[in-house]
Structure formats: structure tokens, C-alpha cells
Nanobody, 126 residues
Framework: QVQLVESGGGLVQPGGSLTLSCAASGRTISQLTVGWFRQAPGKEREFVGAIRRLGGNTVHFAESVKGRFTISRDNAKNTVYLQMSNLKPEDTALYYC??????????????????WGQGTQVTVSS
């Protein structure tokens, strides 16, 4: 049974930075493509970014976060990180990490990921 646990959310001012963690158990995280999604109040959950298990850990991002967010792995800690900088109020959302083995064309698709964490809240406000 694969379990993913997010942490690191909180309140941050606009322009600030925050790093979210996604810790895995039950599976070596290097064997998974890890996707980050977010859901703001009243909106559908949307793709944020992903780090692939193949292709040399290639990363993919939504246009709205490109250049501000990065994703990295620490295989020794079985953890993936979402590093967020220059945060904006519109980044406020519940952030989820997910794991699976999606094909490249499905990497931005929720249903391609069978494993999900419980979410961590990020609030960007002054």
C-alpha cells in the first residue's frame, strides 16, 4: 500500500517562498512519477507540476507557475519537494501530491495517478 503525506503548507506573504514535501511509504518514490495538483475554493483541482520517474527526472509545469516553482527528489528520504517562490494570492489552494506511472501524454491528468496525499493548505496573503 502506497501512502503519500504532504507537509510544509502555511501562510506566506505575496512574493514569499514555501517548500512543500511529499513523503512516500510502501514504495520507493524514485519508481513513481510524482504530480502536484492544487484546488482553490470553488474551483476544480488543477495540475501544477510533475517530476517523471523516467527521462532523467524531467519536470513539467503548468504555465501559471513556470519559472516560479521547481520540483526535486531526495531518494534517500523517499521524498519529493515542490519549491515555490514569488508566490501570488492566486496560488492560494489546497496542494496535493500524487504518484503513479502515467504515460507522458497523461502526466497532467488526475486520473493517471492512483496514489494521493491528503493535501496541505497554502495561503498567500498580506
Amino acid at each position: 500500500q502506497v501512502q503519500l503525506v504532504e507537509s510544509g503548507g502555511g501562510l506566506v506573504q505575496p512574493g514569499g517562498s514555501l517548500t512543500l514535501s511529499c513523503a512516500a511509504s510502501g514504495r520507493t518514490i524514485s519508481q513513481l512519477t510524482v504530480g502536484w495538483f492544487r484546488q482553490a475554493p470553488g474551483k476544480e483541482r488543477e495540475f501544477v507540476g510533475a517530476i517523471r520517474r523516467l527521462g532523467g527526472n524531467t519536470v513539467h509545469f503548468a504555465e501559471s507557475v513556470k519559472g516560479r516553482f521547481t520540483i526535486s527528489r531526495d531518494n534517500a528520504k523517499n521524498t519529493v519537494y515542490l519549491q515555490m517562490s514569488n508566490l501570488k494570492p492566486e496560488d492560494t489552494a489546497l496542494y496535493y501530491c500524487s504518484g503513479g506511472q502515467p504515460i507522458l501524454s497523461s502526466i497532467r491528468t488526475e486520473s493517471a495517478y492512483p496514489y494521493w496525499g491528503q493535501g496541505t493548505q497554502v495561503t498567500v496573503s498580506s
